[in-house]
């Protein structure tokens, strides 16, 4: 008999246990020093047959709604779906918005949808590791899909939504310019673009603008996520083009880019507890040059000729 | 004669020249080899007597309008003002962000005023690190005060408002549910909240919450940006602030904190290219353990004793 509580806790996840799987991302995200035991001892399979979608967007364009229908689809087809959203609220006073979401989705009493959220703040960095790391346990949990939900904007969120598989830029009419200008840097990530909000003023320009952006307009789908008008459409697209990068192996390219992403996060992550005690203990006055003492902390580590 | 191009750019830099101040946040900012140079022969003393003013929000508040209302109350005393405004569309498609603030603030023509876009995308971190180099940067370059402004959304975002000495959050009424919910994390690292768009329906709502919030209606001002309403009470409310955090020592107190944070950054910067060019000669299957893998890179490092 094997009491090792991380052998039996991985056991549980496989057994498909959703507190289980809850409390395996905590205890990665957590810094537990048995997350290392614990993500070694999943198998590397399962994730290899998930389907992972991000779903990205401005603040106030649905992407919640939307979320909730997809994953409506998704369950229909008898599939277990994870959801990982990026909570842009503190860990402190926030829960409001995956309270909405829970709200949002009515899915919160079906087992076969374990939600996860993350936030952004109140933690140094390391969010695209403990995503990478939730994927991977959900993935042992029997999900075959995993939906990103993040609004787009800021590095780290950028840098979640390149772990997907397949991502989706969620935009609706009337949210304003600078809300707007944001999609600039968003359409670079998209692999669909939804006009969610489609009955609202200014839809019909939206998607036009949209098409002349993509030059392609079967990249450009309507939707009004409240109704449910467009989803299944979506979902047909979306499938559609995950078969194709399944062939054309830009899937397995995407996931190659991702997992390097992952190791460089995870190195860093198993280097800042060491870099924060270090640069505690320089002996600095605050006007001196940062980059400096970064080197001599460096340095102070045998690394100075390796990375300057 | 010296003639070293970097000695000479920043002898230009403190010679208040705008252009060479460009050039020198570009060669930082670019991981030019000369950067370190550049940033060593900086004169430590000027950001001392600097004022770092962070203006946060979320999308929509007006952050850009009220940036340039302070702008203009600052030049009004003959300080020259250095912008450093966080711009989340991308390097590649952007710049139109950009514009739109330099046409909202009247101020592009103006050779004391010094506007400094940073993307928050198209590099791999070290976002702060950059920020805290213009700083300097500026500082050196004659700048008596600072404005970061940034969306308020996103890890690296809240790291660069925490190089602030004090911080503006900047709300809105009606920017609907998922935005005012991103309020919860900004409550945190606020020094005064504005309500701005103050003569709109639900202004006074939101700044009763605002204050029943803060438990301390002196640390909410309502503006309306567009029309120059409470700029003046509000700039002298951040005055005041800033008289009382220098003298309570919060000040000296936040900028030990940034320093510390300016350090790890450039830690994980310089090492970063490293730890790129190490994680592609892994010899590994995309199946593999991101987190284990890590280890046997910083292994390779000779540091898996030190970090694990």
Same mark, same amino acid.
């Given at each position: 008999?094997?009491?090792?509580?991380?052998?039996?806790?991985?056991?549980?996840?496989?057994?498909?246990?959703?507190?289980?799987?809850?409390?395996?991302?905590?205890?990665?995200?957590?810094?537990?020093?048995?997350?290392?035991?614990?993500?070694?001892?999943?198998?590397?399979?399962?994730?290899?047959?998930?389907?992972?979608?991000?779903?990205?967007?401005?603040?106030?364009?649905?992407?919640?709604?939307?979320?909730?229908?997809?994953?409506?689809?998704?369950?229909?087809?008898?599939?277990?779906?994870?959801?990982?959203?990026?909570?842009?609220?503190?860990?402190?006073?926030?829960?409001?918005?995956?309270?909405?979401?829970?709200?949002?989705?009515?899915?919160?009493?079906?087992?076969?949808?374990?939600?996860?959220?993350?936030?952004?703040?109140?933690?140094?960095?390391?969010?695209?590791?403990?995503?990478?790391?939730?994927?991977?346990?959900?993935?042992?949990?029997?999900?075959?899909?995993?939906?990103?939900?993040?609004?787009?904007?800021?590095?780290?969120?950028?840098?979640?939504?390149?772990?997907? &598989?397949?991502?989706?830029?969620?935009?609706?009419?009337?949210?304003? +310019?600078?809300?707007?200008?944001?999609?600039?840097?968003?359409?670079?990530?998209?692999?669909?673009?939804?006009?969610?909000?489609?009955?609202?003023?200014?839809?019909?320009?939206?998607?036009?603008?949209?098409?002349?952006?993509?030059?392609?307009?079967?990249?450009?789908?309507?939707?009004?996520?409240?109704?449910?008008?467009?989803?299944?459409?979506?979902? &047909?697209?979306?499938?559609?083009? &995950?078969?194709?990068?399944?062939?054309?192996?830009?899937?397995?390219?995407?996931?190659?880019?991702?997992?390097?992403?992952?190791?460089?996060?995870?190195?860093?992550?198993?280097?800042?507890?060491?870099?924060?005690?270090?640069?505690?203990?320089?002996?600095?006055?605050?006007? +001196? &040059?940062?980059?400096?003492?970064?080197?001599?902390?460096?340095?102070?580590?045998?690394?100075?000729?390796?990375?300057?």
């Amino acid at each position: 008999v094997n009491s090792d509580p991380i052998v039996t806790l991985v056991r549980q996840v496989q057994a498909r246990d959703a507190r289980a799987i809850a409390r395996a991302i905590t205890l990665v995200e957590d810094h537990d020093p048995r997350a290392g035991q614990l993500l070694a001892a999943l198998d590397p399979q399962p994730i290899d047959g998930m389907t992972v979608i991000g779903i990205t967007g401005p603040p106030g364009a649905g992407k919640s709604t939307l979320t909730g229908q997809l994953i409506s689809r998704f369950r229909g087809e008898g599939q277990r779906v994870g959801i990982i959203a990026i909570d842009p609220s503190s860990p402190i006073s926030g829960g409001a918005i995956l309270g909405d979401r829970v709200r949002m989705m009515e899915h919160a009493l079906d087992g076969d949808v374990i939600v996860r959220s993350m936030a952004t703040r109140g933690r140094l960095g390391g969010l695209c590791a403990a995503a990478g790391a939730a994927m991977r346990i959900m993935a042992n949990g029997g999900c075959s899909v995993v939906l990103i939900e993040t609004v787009g904007v800021g590095q780290s969120e950028m840098d979640i939504v390149s772990l997907a &598989d397949l991502t989706l830029l969620v935009l609706a009419p009337g949210l304003g +310019d600078e809300i707007q200008a944001m999609k600039a840097g968003l359409l670079e990530v998209a692999d669909l673009l939804v006009v969610n909000k489609s009955d609202c003023p200014g839809a019909e320009t939206l998607t036009l603008e949209m098409e002349a952006v993509t030059r392609d307009r079967s990249l450009v789908c309507r939707t009004d996520a409240l109704t449910g008008f467009g989803v299944a459409e979506l979902t &047909d697209r979306l499938l559609a083009l &995950d078969r194709e990068h399944r062939d054309d192996g830009t899937r397995s390219k995407r996931r190659g880019q991702a997992h390097e992403r992952e190791v460089i996060d995870w190195a860093i992550e198993l280097l800042r507890p060491w870099l924060s005690v270090a640069a505690k203990e320089l002996d600095c006055g605050r006007a +001196d &040059d940062p980059r400096q003492l970064a080197g001599e902390l460096l340095a102070g580590l045998g690394l100075a000729g390796k990375v300057e």
